[in-house]
C-alpha cells in the first residue's frame, strides 16, 4: 500500500531537518511537514518563507539549549581556571561566527538545503556525502538528544533534591523516561510535537533572561569576590584545553543551521551573512553575562561541583522565585530534544529514502503520517547513548565527530575555490576564515585523541569506517540481505506503516 505524504522531495537527504535540532521550532518549525510546496510546471520547490528575523531566531533558538546550564562545570573543569574559560566562551563565540560565514559562502554558492551533506557532495562526491548522513544518523542526531535529555534529567532531578547532588542512576532513568515521552509524542502526531516545540522554545529565553538580570544585580550589590587570581590552576594540558573547547563548542552548536534551510530563505546572499551577525555575537554575549552570573553567586570550585550550576544559582539569588529557574530549564531542554527527535526521524527518513539506510526506515504510519520506524530507531540508539555515557562523554564524542564534518566543509570550500572557480559565489569570505577554522577542526580531533585518548573516539571512528564498508556493496551495488525483505514485511506490520510516495498538491 502506499501512503500519499506531505514530505517534499527535493533529493537532499538533510532536507526535512529544517535546521537540524530544537531549531526547528522558530520561525519554521510548524512547517516542517506542512511546508509550503508550490509547484512551477511539474517541478515542486519550497517557497521562500525565512525573512531576516525567522532566520535570527533559528540560529539562537537551536544555539541556546542544554549547553550554556552544564558547559560551565565542565569547562571550568579543564580549563581549570576562571581566566581560561572565559576566554575559551568568547573564543568559541568567535568561531562560531567564522565558521558560520564560511558556511555563508557555501550556503550562497550551492543554494540547495542539506548544507554538509550537499557541500561534500559538490567537493568530493558521493562517498563523503554519504558518510556523513551514515554519521549523522548513526551518531550526531542520537547523542544531540541523549546529551540534551540528560541535561533535562539532571535539571528535574535536581530541583527535587537539596543542593548536594543527585544520583547518576536516577538521572540516567529520569533522561530515559523523557526519550520515551518524546518519542511517543513524536510517533503520534506531527502537530503534536511542533506545538510542543513551539510552546516550549521561549522558556530557554527567560531561563537565560533571568540568570544574567539575577547576576546583574548581585554585581550592583558588590558580590565580585570570585573575580580574582584569574589565571591561577591554568591547565598545561592541550588535550584539556582542546576537550575545554567540546564543552564550550556544544553549547555554540547549531551556528550552521541555517544552511539546512537555506531553499526557503529569503534574499540568502543578504539575509544568511546579516542573520549571521546578528545572531552569533547576541548568543555570544549572552553566554558570556551567564558565565558572569554564575561567579557572583557561586566560587569556582562550587560551580566545578555542581552539574547543575543554575539551580544553586536560582535558589541563592532568586529567593521565593527560586522555581522559575529549574522550570524553564527543564521545559526549555525537554522541548529542544523533542525538537532534536523530531529533526533526527526526518534526516534518517531521508537518509533511508535515498537508500543509505534500511528502506524500512523511510516509511511512514499509514494513519498518523509520522516516520514511525526512524524516529524508534533513534530513540534506541538514544537509550543506548544515554545508558552507556555521561553528559561530558558525551560531548565529547559527539563534538569529536562534528568537527570532523565542520573541518572537512572547510575543506570542501578551500578545494572549491580551486576545483569551482567559475562558480558564482554572492557572498565569499576571506580565504583566511575557512582556512582557520579548518586548521583549528584539525587542532580539535587530534589533541584529544593524542593527550587523553578515550574509548568514545574509537567509537566514532569504527562507525566511520563501518560506513565505508557498508557505502560499496549496500549502497553502491545496492546488494541487500533475503533477510531485510521480511524484516520490513515484518515492521510494516507491526508498527502499521508503508512506503511515501509524493503526491503533488
Ligand atoms: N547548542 C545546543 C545546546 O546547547 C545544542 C545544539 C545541538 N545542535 C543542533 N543542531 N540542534 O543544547
New binding site residues.
Given amino acids: 500500500c502506499v501512503v500519499p505524504s506531505g514530505y517534499n522531495n527535493n533529493n537532499n537527504t538533510n532536507d526535512d ?1 529544517s ?6 521550532t522558530v520561525g519554521n518549525g510548524k512547517n516542517m511537514l506542512a511546508r509550503k510546496l508550490s509547484t512551477k510546471g511539474d517541478t515542486l520547490y519550497l517557497e521562500r518563507r525565512v525573512g531576516l528575523f525567522s532566520g535570527v531566531a533559528l540560529i539562537v533558538g ?10 560551565p562545570t565542565g569547562l571550568l573543569i579543564r580549563t581549570g581556571s576562571i581566566g581560561l574559560s572565559f576566554v575559551i566562551w568568547a573564543l568559541c563565540g568567535a568561531m562560531s561566527l567564522l565558521g558560520a560565514l564560511a558556511y555563508a559562502e557555501l550556503g550562497t554558492m550551492n543554494p540547495s538545503s542539506g548544507a554538509e551533506y550537499a557541500y561534500l557532495m559538490d567537493a568530493f562526491g558521493p562517498m563523503p556525502a554519504f558518510l556523513f548522513s551514515w554519521i549523522s544518523t548513526l551518531i ?1 542526531k542520537p547523542s ?1 538528544v541523549a ?2 535529555c540528560l ?1 533535562f534529567a539532571k535539571y528535574a532531578v535536581e530541583a527535587c533534591v537539596d543542593e548536594c547532588g543527585s544520583s547518576d542512576f536516577a538521572v540516567k532513568i529520569v533522561a530515559i523516561l523523557s526519550i520515551l515521552v518524546i518519542t511517543y509524542i513524536n510517533c503520534y502526531s506531527v502537530n503534536l510535537a511542533t506545538g510542543v516545540q513551539n510552546a516550549f522554545t521561549a522558556a530557554k529565553l527567560v531561563a537565560v533572561f533571568v540568570v544574567v538580570a539575577g547576576g546583574v544585580y548581585k554585581i550592583f550589590q558588590g558580590r565580585t569576590e570570585n573575580f580574582r587570581d584569574y589565571f591561577d590552576n591554568t591547565t598545561s594540558s592541550m588535550g584539556d584545553v582542546a576537550t575545554a573547547f567540546y564543552s564550550g563548542l ?5 551556528w ?2 541555517l544552511n ?1 534551510v537555506t531553499e526557503e530563505i529569503k534574499n540568502p546572499s543578504k539575509n544568511i551573512p546579516k542573520a549571521i551577525y546578528i545572531s552569533i555575537p547576541l548568543v555570544t554575549i549572552c553566554y558570556i553575562l551567564v558565565n558572569v552570573a554564575y561567579l557572583t553567586i557561586m566560587s569556582p570550585d562550587e560551580i566545578v561541583r555542581n552539574e547543575a550550576v543554575a539551580v544553586t544559582f536560582g535558589i541563592r539569588a532568586l529567593g521565593p522565585i527560586a522555581w522559575v529557574i529549574p522550570l524553564s530549564i527543564t521545559v526549555s ?1 525537554l522541548g ?1 530534544a523533542n ?2 527527535l523530531f ?1 533526527a526521524g526526518r534526516l534518517c527518513f531521508a537518509a533511508s529514502r535515498e537508500g543509505h539506510l534500511m528502506n524500512v526506515l523511510s516509511y511512514i504510519h499509514i494513519k498518523k503520517l509520522t516516520p514511525m520506524p526512524s524516529i524508534i530507531f533513534h530513540s534506541i540508539i538514544t537509550i543506548m547513548m544515554v545508558a552507556s555515557g555521561t553528559i561530558n562523554s558525551l560531548i565529547d564524542f ?1 563534538s569529536f565527530t562534528a568537527w570532523i564534518f565542520y573541518g572537512s566543509a572547510m575543506l570542501a570550500l578551500l578545494v572549491m575555490r580551486y576545483t569551482k572557480p567559475d562558480v558564482p559565489r554572492p557572498y565569499k569570505v576571506p580565504i583566511i576564515i575557512p582556512l582557520t577554522i579548518f586548521v583549528i577542526s584539525i587542532y580539535l580531533v587530534i589533541a584529544p585523541i593524542l593527550d587523553k585518548p578515550q574509548i568514545e573516539y574509537l567509537y566514532s571512528m569504527i562507525f566511520m569506517i563501518a560506513g565505508i564498508v557498508f557505502y560499496v556493496p549496500f549502497v553502491r551495488l545496492g546488494y541487500k540481505f533475503p533477510i531485510i525483505d521480511r524484516w520490513t514485511v515484518f515492521i510494516q506490520l507491526l508498527l502499521q506503516v508503508a512506503p511515501t510516495k509524493l503526491v503533488l498538491p
Fill in positions: 531537518d535546521g537540524g535540532g530544537d531549531d526547528e537551536t544555539m541556546i539549549g542544554s549547553g550554556i546550564f552544564v558547559s550526531l544531540q546529551i540534551i541535561s556544544w553549547a555554540y552548536d547549531g550552521n543551521n539546512y531542554t529542544s525538537g532534536t529533526a559527539f
